[in-house]
């Protein structure tokens, strides 16, 4: 079964919809997200309606446990604090019912998922190979999927080595049938790895092959709802440097 990974949409409608029609065009079986529907941009019920129609499965991530009340704002940052109240304001009820469903890790196909790590689901952002090691000795399936940190990323632990990692870019491919690995798809709504493309990977849970992707979609347009939505200008800013 071939699976599209998404993460961290992060209400950006534009890059959420080109993502699915990559995903649609690749042919994948699946589509699993691994949490932040909303935050900081300006279409929460539209992402969360179109990954509620698309999705097999899906977890919370933090900004969803902000707007569900799950978690203070007082732990966010002030901008992603901004964006959580005003989600509230304007999320309907059905979906607010629905994020408030969701786990923040699962297991499907046995693979693990989870948005932050195997070791914290909710907060921990895996971004060294020390990170990697602490959370390999916690996770309990071979592969695991993590998002949370915007970057794609890909860590791998064989049984007599310490865990090796490095950052992924379009095109790249990693064979993940043998020892152990932890996969970041990146981010579909807020990149951070200097890409400003939307990020996603495919998965193929038979031969576990792993290759990632990068989507064009319309920048101008997200950054163009942010500030009509009035929330702040660096949201929108930072969309074209994919920071």
Not at 9 to 21: D, G, K
Not at 207 to 215: A, D, E, G, I, L
Not at 229 to 238: E, G, I, K, T
Request: glycine content about 8%; proline content about 3%; charged content about 25%.
């Amino acid at each position: 079964m071939r699976v599209a990974v998404i993460s961290d949409i992060h209400a950006n409608r534009q890059a959420l919809e080109a993502v699915l029609s990559a995903v649609d065009a690749i042919g994948a079986d699946e589509l699993w997200c691994l949490g932040d529907l909303v935050g900081y941009g300006a279409d929460p019920n539209d992402c969360v309606q179109l990954v509620r129609e698309h999705a097999s499965v899906c977890l919370a991530g933090n900004h969803d446990l902000a707007v569900t009340g799950d978690l203070r704002l007082d732990d966010f940052s002030r901008g992603a604090a901004l964006a959580a109240r005003w989600t509230l304001d304007v999320i309907g009820d059905s979906e607010l019912k629905w994020l408030s469903s969701l786990p923040s890790e699962a297991t499907a196909e046995e693979v693990g998922l989870f948005h932050g790590s195997p070791r914290d689901p909710v907060w921990e952002y895996v971004i060294s190979t020390l990170l990697a090691d602490l959370c390999f000795d916690t996770m309990r399936t071979r592969i695991g999927l993590i998002g949370h940190s915007h970057v794609a990323l890909a860590f791998h632990r064989t049984e007599t080595e310490l865990a090796t990692g490095d950052a992924r870019r379009i095109g790249d491919s990693v064979d993940a049938s043998s020892d152990r690995w932890l996969l970041n798809p990146g981010s579909v709504g807020q990149p951070r790895d200097g890409d400003p493309r939307a990020a996603w990977l495919l998965l193929d849970t038979e031969s576990s092959v792993v290759t990632w992707q990068r989507t064009e979609y319309d920048i101008a347009g997200a950054a163009a709802a942010i500030r009509a939505a009035r929330l702040p200008d660096s949201l929108a800013d930072r969309l074209q440097y994919g920071q």
